[in-house]
């Protein structure tokens, strides 16, 4: 079992264990609803894994704003202020479980074999053209537009 995983999310890696609540940008997910991020690592007990096959179980606890960053500009002897603010929109996660096999893994291992359905009776094709017109030349090309005639400059006066 993995005792911690390195996940993505938003273009951003965080370091997870289970029960961990974090704050990542604001995801398309509702509030309550579960999701799978990508796993790109899974450490622990000295069992470092590149290419886990593991799959990370998150929540989504909440959706809250990030603190208020305040902007000021301002130029000295030109009477110049402007003020703006930011907050970041952000959804608090919390990882459930990891190491629960993806549905990948899954696909690998061997299932029961089901009975194979019978396919239908193929439906008779219409009668094939001759490929005469196949080998005919493809048609000339029109020669491109002519570009206008470059205007004249009217005699100078004396």
Do not use: W
């Not at 009477?79 to 479980?97: D, V």
């Not at 899954?106 to 001759?130: T, W």
């Amino acid at each position: 079992m993995a005792d911690y995983a390195i996940i993505s999310l938003g273009g951003k890696q965080y370091r997870v264990r289970e029960g961990e609540r974090l704050l990542v940008n604001r995801l398309p997910t509702d509030e309550g609803k579960t999701f799978h991020p990508d796993v790109l690592f899974t450490g622990g007990n000295g069992k470092p894994n590149l290419s886990p096959r593991i799959q990370v179980t998150a929540k989504v606890v909440g959706s809250p704003l990030g603190p208020k960053i305040r902007i000021g500009k301002y130029k000295a002897k030109k009477g110049y202020r402007r003020h703006t603010g930011f907050r970041a929109k952000l959804s608090e996660i919390e990882i459930q479980s990891i190491g629960a096999r993806s549905s990948a893994a899954k696909k690998e291992e061997p299932k029961a074999e089901a009975e194979p359905k019978p396919k239908p009776a193929a439906k008779p094709r219409a009668a094939a053209k001759p490929r005469a017109a196949a080998a005919k030349k493809p048609a000339a090309r029109k020669p491109p537009a002519r570009k206008p005639a470059n205007r004249t400059k009217p005699p100078e006066k004396k």
